[in-house]
């Protein structure tokens, strides 16, 4: 089974709005990986994300999620969208985990004893529980997201899309959210896809980067493709990389 | 006052009338779509006068208008939300304007314009009870089988439409039930005070930090005490029943937000009370959630006004702030 990619792209080329985000795109992550998406605002991020969730069909090309079409392997993803302002400031973070729990079928938002021990546990993993019994509207965004992430892992996904889960936090909370993640991810052999603005906030997290820049996409190993060479390609402009002693990556452009 | 047949009629429609009403409001409160239901309300005016003008029964105008316009509303969603109030207010000054064209070419239009605008809650005929019952059961049950997606949707809409929730079906069907509970409010309170009916006793469930589900029945509760509370003050004092509900509607608004003894709001206790499966961490909840209670309130009420939420590291020292003024 774990032979089979969590994400196999081939020749993807995706549309929004009559514009195109991503093109000829063919990548293979395997199962366990931890990816690290970036690349600049509005060049495809949530796009590809969307993809992988079914809910944008290529115009070309395939896309497997677990060796299944994405509408079909819905149940094995885990979603953190991104979120600015969510609704429901009077309910708790009890009630916001809960809305999840079999949220697509039609009935009363009931929940069993076993949703309550399955939202306890996804608050647990994440040390969310301490304010999950208080009201949205009173949370700091750094508890929101928490929550986010919690909900994210309820039912134990397989693979897990976190778009720019780390937005928004200061630095020591950033690389806080981000070990913890890479811990779980660890632990329940999960792959995971993180989109994120600052690479430094995953270093050591993560096993790959994936680069996206005028619709192309280049995955790999850090090392390998955060070059100066790789990026300029990847951008058609010249780029600069920089690494402090300590391992930082400074990632530059000319009259950019 | 039970001896008159008029007032147990009357006693009757407010149960139907709450029962769909209160938990629709919970929901409008919730999605922040409480000005849709305002609009929705004048929609329906302008349907019963239009019917009335062409010799059908205003009731099946009311209900026709308003949830054919909701249906509409829901198709057209998902433009950014200041658009969307305009365009909601256009079509609300609109649908008022054919409403006055319609009574203006009307003969006997005094009674039946203030009918209308203020409700008439002691007119209500056995047959007019029975469509206010059909509509209310069969609105429940529709809002039951769909409570879960809908709440779903309207907290986390991507995550629902990554899940395969139709988000525009769900819209649609909602806005329809919100065209529906106007129509019956609008027996009782008149399309004008639809709000202190139907949005008033969601604002309040969510003030007192209700769980979604005890939110909606106590929507609903809360709903029927209004109606009939505002029946037997009408009763009493002989001001009209519109005024009580209206009255009742901002005391209760006010009242779930006060707090007791020292610094305490009723929510937090209530909301402290709800979570049995998770004791350590309830008292702590409880306790800090007093100091913010006048914000969330807002927040609650209009939940676009919510924004501001993206420090993290001020949170703390403005509940501080807070306590300290």
């Known amino acids: ?256 | 006052m039970l001896e008159y047949e008029f007032m147990r009629t009357a006693f009757a429609a407010s149960v139907f009338v709450a029962l769909l009403a209160g938990p629709v409001g919970w929901f409008l409160v919730l999605r922040g779509q409480a000005f849709a239901g305002h609009a929705l309300s004048h929609i329906a005016f302008a349907g019963a006068a239009g019917a009335v003008l062409a010799g059908f029964s205003p009731l099946l105008g009311l209900f026709g208008a308003s949830v054919i316009a909701g249906g509409a509303m829901g198709a057209i969603e998902g433009r950014a939300s200041a658009q969307r109030d305009v365009a909601i207010g256009l079509v609300l000054s609109l649908a008022l304007g054919f409403g006055v064209l319609f009574l203006h070419l009307m003969t006997r239009s005094a009674s039946l314009a203030n009918a209308l605008l203020f409700g008439n809650v002691l007119g209500v005929s056995p047959s007019m009870l029975v469509s206010l019952g059909v509509f209310a059961v069969g609105g429940v049950a529709l809002l039951a089988v769909m409570s879960r997606p809908l709440l779903f949707a309207s907290l986390q809409p991507e995550l629902a439409e990554a899940r395969g929730v139709k988000l525009r079906l769900l819209s649609m069907l909602f806005l329809m039930l919100v065209g529906a509970a106007t129509a019956e409010c609008a027996q009782i309170t008149g399309v004008l005070l639809v709000f202190a009916l139907m949005v008033g006793p969601g604002a309040v469930a969510h003030r007192l930090g209700l769980s979604p589900l005890a939110g909606l029945v106590g929507s609903a509760v809360f709903a029927l005490v209004e109606a009939w509370g505002g029946l037997v003050l009408s009763w009493w004092t002989d001001a009209p029943v519109s005024f009580w509900i209206a009255l009742l509607g901002a005391v209760a608004y006010v009242l779930s937000g006060v707090r007791i003894g020292r610094g305490f709001p009723a929510s937090a206790c209530l909301a402290a009370g709800r979570e049995s499966w998770d004791k350590p961490e309830r008292q702590q909840a409880s306790t800090r959630g007093t100091d913010n209670d006048a914000r969330n309130a807002v927040a609650c009420g209009w939940s676009g006004s919510a924004g501001g939420y993206d420090g993290n590291a001020g949170s703390g020292a403005e509940s501080s702030r807070r306590r300290g003024g």
């Not at chain 1, 949703?115 to 969310?128: F, G, Q, Y």
């Not at chain 1, 009173?138 to 992430?149: K, T």
Request: aromatic share 4%; with cysteine.
């Open chain 1, 1 to 256: 089974m774990t032979d089979t990619p969590a994400i196999a792209c081939e020749g993807v080329t995706l549309e929004r709005d009559g514009r195109t985000v991503l093109a000829d795109v063919s990548l293979t992550i395997p199962q366990g990986c931890f990816v690290g998406l970036f690349g600049a605002n509005g060049s495809g991020k949530t796009t590809f994300l969307r993809a992988l969730l079914g809910l944008l069909p290529p115009t070309q090309g395939r896309i497997t999620v677990m060796g299944q079409p994405p509408a079909q392997a819905a149940c094995h993803v885990g979603y953190m969208p991104q979120v600015r302002t969510p609704a429901g400031a009077s309910l708790t973070g009890y009630d916001l985990l809960g809305s999840d729990i079999r949220g697509d079928r039609w009935g009363l938002p009931w929940l069993r004893a076993s949703d309550r021990a399955a939202i306890k546990e996804a608050l647990e993993a994440v040390d969310a529980t301490v304010f999950a019994a208080r009201r949205l509207g009173e949370l700091s965004g750094g508890e929101r997201q928490r929550l986010l992430i919690a909900q994210a892992l309820i039912g134990n996904p397989r693979l897990l899309l976190l778009d720019e889960p780390l937005a928004s936090l200061d630095p020591v909370r950033m690389r806080d959210v981000a070990e913890r993640i890479g811990t779980i991810a660890r632990a329940r052999g999960m792959t995971v896809i993180c989109s994120a603005h600052d690479l430094n906030a995953l270093t050591g997290v993560m096993d790959s980067v994936l680069y996206v820049a005028r619709g192309h996409a280049r995955l790999g190993p850090v090392d390998e493709v955060v070059t100066s060479a790789s990026l300029s390609a990847l951008y058609g402009a010249p780029v600069e990389v920089c690494r402090s002693p300590s391992g930082r990556i400074l990632v530059a452009a000319d009259g950019l």
